[in-house]
């Protein structure tokens, strides 16, 4: 167990659709990472941040926001969602500030149909 | 740019033998971490093994170590005596240590299967 909770574990949803997914990172860690992982893209990086503030975006569309609350959990929304969207999205924590590993959750599977 | 290659999406090896799995990477940022995660079929990233850019001597974490070689970029994996449970998806990432910056890069991932 990595100590990062993620909920839901699975969802099914339809296109058009607006869906959240929630975080819980390790206690004590800072830093939250939004992670996309799709048959044909691998891993992608969405989003960082760090103790409530966004710090680094990578390819995240603007169809998706983030954000990281006060408590440090995080939740990613998604909205006008497409068949592409469907994925695992992973979140991961880390402590913040270092060349530390990531611990991740075990995952949200989102299908659209 | 800031890249990491995996150039093989599959890879056998014998139980009990040892298999290395291949990781390039490409950055310009003088100082970086690395790192090697281990998916299975269960789904989740499951932490190996670290290394950090000035570090001099090779990591090793039980039965992984991590063949450095800065001058070419390279950062392979070597799982030591290979057993049923190595096989799954692993993943080479890339940390550069730019400043304000906390971005993980991670390369396509090799399939490992172990053969009894």
């Known amino acids: 167990d990595s100590g990062v909770t993620q909920t839901p574990k699975h969802l099914i949803t339809a296109t058009g659709q607006r869906v959240t997914l929630r975080c819980s990172p390790r206690?004590?860690?800072?830093?939250v990472y939004w992670y996309q992982q799709s048959l044909d893209q691998g891993l992608q990086f969405l989003i960082h941040y760090y103790n409530g503030e966004e710090r680094a975006k990578g390819n995240i569309l603007e169809r998706f926001s983030a954000q990281q609350f006060p408590d440090l959990h995080s939740e990613l929304n998604l909205s006008s969602l497409e068949l592409g969207d469907s994925a695992l999205y992973f979140c991961?924590?880390?402590?913040?500030?270092?060349?530390?590993?990531?611990?991740f959750g075990s995952g949200t599977q989102l299908s659209v149909l | 740019a800031q890249k990491i290659t995996q150039t093989q999406p599959g890879m056998f090896v014998q139980e009990k033998e040892a298999v290395t799995l291949d990781c390039t990477y490409d950055?310009?940022?003088?100082?970086?971490?690395l790192f090697w995660y281990k998916q299975p079929s269960s789904g989740e990233m499951i932490f190996l093994i670290y290394?950090?850019?000035?570090?001099?001597q090779n990591a090793t974490e039980g039965r992984y170590s991590l063949n450095f070689q800065k001058a070419r970029k390279s950062a392979n994996l070597v799982i030591s005596a290979s057993q049923l449970g190595d096989s799954a998806m692993y993943f080479c990432a890339m940390r550069p240590h730019t400043s304000g910056t906390y971005k993980y890069i991670f390369g396509t991932g090799t399939r490992l299967k172990v053969l009894a």
């Open positions: 206690s004590g860690d800072l830093s």
């Open positions: 950055t310009s940022d003088p100082s970086y971490g």
């Open positions: 991961a924590s880390s402590v913040g500030t270092g060349g530390e590993k990531l611990f």
């Open positions: 290394q950090g850019s000035y570090d001099q």
